[in-house]
């Protein structure tokens, strides 16, 4: 059945006299088409565009937290949607908008290196189990992943990162430490750690930093 002119099928042919593939000129598929033009110029502006984009860096973040042992219903809290919502988005391979990737993106950069709370029996349990699926899934972990690279569907994790798995920042650091007093270079070193080169910078910077802070000495 035809579409009234204004959507989609006018908008990307056939044109008016039927040729497919042309788009419609008429003046009401003009007028759709430059509103929603202006539209998506006025969102622009007020950093309120949400167009979808790769889910390919959303998943992988989502995944990299799992790994770390937090569960879909805890992550879910925290971007404000549900668990149900949430385990699309794990194993979406099309698009998302550009407020979830932006929203697991933000909380993926504040708890990458910070282990889930095990205060209580309950809270134990879940991190083991999230931990056993991520595992068994072979979701990797965020030290497996380069900053640079995570979005890109066409990039794999570090080379060797099992190596690196469960390992502690401040042990990764120490290590890293020693390995550069060797002599060995910062690509080096994250080879034979097992981990990204970005994930082995943002681990010195911290090292440094905390370093600073505690009057410790670090590179």
């Not at 860096?57 to 919502?85: D, I, K, N």
């Not at 698009?95 to 990737?101: C, I, N, Q, W």
């Not at 932006?102 to 950069?109: E, G, K, P």
Request: net charge positive; hydrophobic share 30%.
């Amino acid at each position: 059945m035809d579409r009234p002119h204004g959507a989609t099928r006018y908008r990307r042919g056939p044109d008016e006299n039927g040729n497919p593939g042309k788009g419609c000129r008429c003046a009401t598929c003009r007028d759709v088409v430059n509103s929603k033009d202006r539209h998506r110029r006025r969102m622009i502006a007020y950093g309120r565009w949400n167009a979808r984009q790769d889910a390919t860096g959303t998943r992988r973040r989502l995944q990299a937290l799992m790994r770390c042992g937090y569960s879909l219903p805890a992550l879910a809290v925290r971007l404000g949607c549900t668990r149900q919502e949430l385990r699309v988005k794990l194993h979406d391979r099309g698009s998302v908008t550009g407020k979830t990737a932006r929203a697991v993106a933000v909380l993926y950069d504040e708890l990458w290196d910070q282990p889930p709370p095990e205060r209580t029996h309950f809270e134990k349990i879940s991190v083991s189990r999230t931990r056993a699926y991520a595992r068994k899934h072979g979701f990797p972990p965020p030290l497996a992943w380069d900053d640079d690279t995570i979005d890109n569907p066409g990039a794999g994790p570090a080379d060797g990162w099992e190596r690196g798995e469960g390992r502690e920042w401040r042990t990764l650091a120490e290590e890293a430490l020693d390995l550069l007093g060797f002599g060995l270079g910062r690509a080096e070193a994250a080879e034979r750690l097992g981990v990204s080169r970005s994930t082995l910078s943002t681990t010195l910077a911290r090292a440094r930093k905390q370093g600073g802070e505690n009057g410790d000495v670090a590179a």
